[in-house]
């Protein structure tokens, strides 16, 4: 299978249900070792069925726990308890005791000490994890502005606006084009949104022939990057089946636009 | 960007190993009932869920040693321990001579009958634009066991379209959230 069958048909999902075969499953765990991607992809599918678990959570009777936490696989670890019998002088015995219950009780003490402030430390350890969490969010959207509104005032690139066709009056795309790079911007906000089985697709028209420059889904906030893109005449955008087509369905044509190099 | 529970769990997981039931006690608290809503609408049967819950919760005490971050986080290892000890449950004999059903009609909309959690994330909207199918796909294969055959068979639905969905649907789901978020 290949990466895009990973990403875009459902093994990742299928992987934390295991309902993948030995094989299958083998190759999505060789893809998570290496590829960044799609470790991304499955950590946030895990994080959505977790998000959703705890919404609609439900608790179960209280005894549960105890049953839990008195089962004599738990119980045979809980600390403490240990006793030994000796025999000696009365006085001496007494003494030790004493001195040994002492010793119990403030060893008891400062270990229950030390768990609480274990717990706290890790506590606020999350809590500190986070807020950086929080921090890089911030900082990687605002590094994504710049870069878009670095895009926006640079003479290399040149804005091209696609308007609808007779399929969608409406719609509206802009294109930002640095032929020298070959970089291609694209905002899609003007776009209707689609059926989940299809997907818009860029084309570069160079001569009349059309170019794959990529799909994409309609999307408001930043810019797509798109494919690389040396020559063209024109853009255009089609409706594909999800993935994209080998070459474009004209009648689904959205929006066209020519480039004016 | 994994890094928010990872290192907290690494932690946990650690005591956990080292055989420490204060952090039991912890896990217990904070993931029981996020498990037992998941083992319980497999079974729809409180005593035997109840039972299925401690079980599961014997097997993690037991089996740490044998999680691997590789494969997935600690949570999605816990839940996948609960589905499938709830599915092995709901086939057994016990189960199936207990005159409960163990086929996909009689199906309630679960998100309709939320219990009142925190919806600080805005989750009931976001579930609300989703669609029916793709709440239902998401509760009976997630939620309440059923595989992927099984809803094909059920919801008259080719096998990989299925399959396909579903990850478009928990995908619209996070996306849906992060654009709330932001």
């Given at each position: 299978?290949?990466?895009?069958?990973?990403?875009?048909?459902?093994y990742l999902a299928a992987y934390i249900t295991e309902e993948l075969s030995t094989a299958d499953a083998q190759e999505v765990e060789t893809f998570l070792e290496t590829d960044q991607e799609i470790q991304d992809e499955f950590y946030n599918l895990q994080k959505t069925v977790e998000t959703l678990s705890f919404k609609y959570a439900i608790s179960p009777s209280e005894v549960v726990k105890r049953m839990i936490m008195e089962d004599h696989k738990v119980i045979s670890h809980m600390r403490g308890g240990s006793d030994t019998t000796g025999s000696g002088y009365k006085l001496a015995l007494a003494a030790s005791v004493i001195i040994a219950l002492t010793s119990l009780v403030s060893a008891f003490y400062f270990w229950n000490q030390w768990q609480n402030t274990d717990y706290r430390l890790a506590q606020l350890t999350a809590r500190n994890i986070e807020l950086a969490?929080?921090?890089?969010?911030?900082?990687?959207?605002?590094?994504?502005?710049?870069?878009?509104?670095?895009?926006?005032?640079?003479?290399?690139?040149?804005?091209?606006?696609?308007?609808?066709?007779?399929?969608?009056?409406?719609?509206?795309?802009?294109?930002?084009?640095?032929?020298?790079?070959?970089?291609?911007?694209?905002?899609?906000?003007?776009?209707?949104?689609?059926?989940?089985?299809?997907?818009?697709?860029?084309?570069?028209?160079?001569?009349?022939?059309?170019?794959?420059?990529?799909?994409?889904?309609?999307?408001?906030?930043?810019?797509?990057?798109?494919?690389?893109?040396?020559?063209?005449?024109?853009?255009?955008?089609?409706?594909?089946?999800?993935?994209?087509?080998?070459?474009?369905?004209?009648?689904?044509?959205?929006?066209?636009?020519?480039?004016?190099? | 960007?994994?890094?928010?529970?990872?290192?907290?769990?690494?932690?946990?997981?650690?005591?956990?190993?080292?055989?420490?039931?204060?952090?039991?006690?912890?896990?217990?608290?904070?993931?029981?009932?996020?498990?037992?809503?998941?083992?319980?609408?497999?079974?729809?049967?409180?005593?035997?869920?109840?039972?299925?819950?401690?079980?599961?919760?014997?097997?993690?005490?037991?089996?740490?040693?044998?999680?691997?971050?590789?494969?997935?986080?600690?949570?999605?290892?816990?839940?996948?321990?609960?589905?499938?000890?709830?599915?092995?449950?709901?086939?057994?004999?016990?189960?199936?001579?207990?005159?409960?059903?163990?086929?996909?009609?009689?199906?309630?909309?679960?998100?309709?009958?939320?219990?009142?959690?925190?919806?600080?994330?805005?989750?009931?909207?976001?579930?609300?634009?989703?669609?029916?199918?793709?709440?239902?796909?998401?509760?009976?294969?997630?939620?309440?066991?059923?595989?992927?055959?099984?809803?094909?068979?059920?919801?008259?639905?080719?096998?990989?379209?299925?399959?396909?969905?579903?990850?478009?649907?928990?995908?619209?789901?996070?996306?849906?959230?992060?654009?709330?978020?932001?």
């Amino acid at each position: 299978m290949s990466r895009e069958e990973i990403l875009n048909d459902g093994y990742l999902a299928a992987y934390i249900t295991e309902e993948l075969s030995t094989a299958d499953a083998q190759e999505v765990e060789t893809f998570l070792e290496t590829d960044q991607e799609i470790q991304d992809e499955f950590y946030n599918l895990q994080k959505t069925v977790e998000t959703l678990s705890f919404k609609y959570a439900i608790s179960p009777s209280e005894v549960v726990k105890r049953m839990i936490m008195e089962d004599h696989k738990v119980i045979s670890h809980m600390r403490g308890g240990s006793d030994t019998t000796g025999s000696g002088y009365k006085l001496a015995l007494a003494a030790s005791v004493i001195i040994a219950l002492t010793s119990l009780v403030s060893a008891f003490y400062f270990w229950n000490q030390w768990q609480n402030t274990d717990y706290r430390l890790a506590q606020l350890t999350a809590r500190n994890i986070e807020l950086a969490e929080s921090f890089n969010t911030v900082n990687q959207e605002l590094s994504d502005i710049r870069q878009d509104l670095a895009v926006l005032v640079s003479p290399e690139f040149s804005r091209i606006i696609l308007n609808g066709t007779d399929n969608a009056a409406e719609s509206k795309a802009v294109i930002y084009w640095n032929p020298i790079e070959e970089e291609v911007y694209l905002n899609s906000a003007n776009l209707a949104s689609l059926p989940q089985n299809q997907q818009y697709q860029l084309w570069a028209l160079i001569d009349g022939v059309p170019v794959d420059a990529g799909v994409f889904d309609a999307e408001s906030g930043t810019f797509q990057i798109m494919k690389n893109i040396a020559q063209a005449d024109a853009f255009a955008v089609t409706v594909e089946e999800s993935g994209g087509a080998e070459s474009p369905t004209l009648s689904t044509m959205q929006v066209y636009g020519e480039a004016a190099i | 960007m994994a890094t928010s529970t990872v290192d907290f769990n690494t932690l946990l997981i650690k005591r956990l190993r080292s055989k420490d039931t204060t952090a039991l006690d912890y896990l217990y608290d904070h993931y029981s009932d996020a498990l037992y809503g998941i083992i319980y609408r497999t079974l729809n049967h409180k005593e035997i869920a109840e039972e299925t819950l401690h079980e599961v919760f014997m097997k993690i005490w037991d089996q740490i040693d044998s999680y691997d971050d590789k494969k997935g986080t600690l949570f999605t290892w816990m839940y996948r321990i609960a589905r499938n000890r709830a599915i092995d449950a709901r086939r057994s004999k016990d189960f199936k001579s207990s005159d409960k059903s163990d086929d996909i009609t009689g199906f309630v909309d679960m998100f309709e009958t939320s219990n009142n959690n925190e919806d600080y994330i805005g989750l009931s909207t976001v579930l609300n634009e989703i669609g029916q199918m793709c709440k239902k796909l998401i509760q009976l294969n997630f939620f309440e066991g059923y595989s992927h055959a099984e809803i094909s068979e059920n919801e008259e639905m080719p096998l990989g379209t299925v399959k396909t969905r579903l990850r478009n649907c928990l995908k619209q789901i996070k996306q849906k959230l992060r654009r709330d978020f932001e």
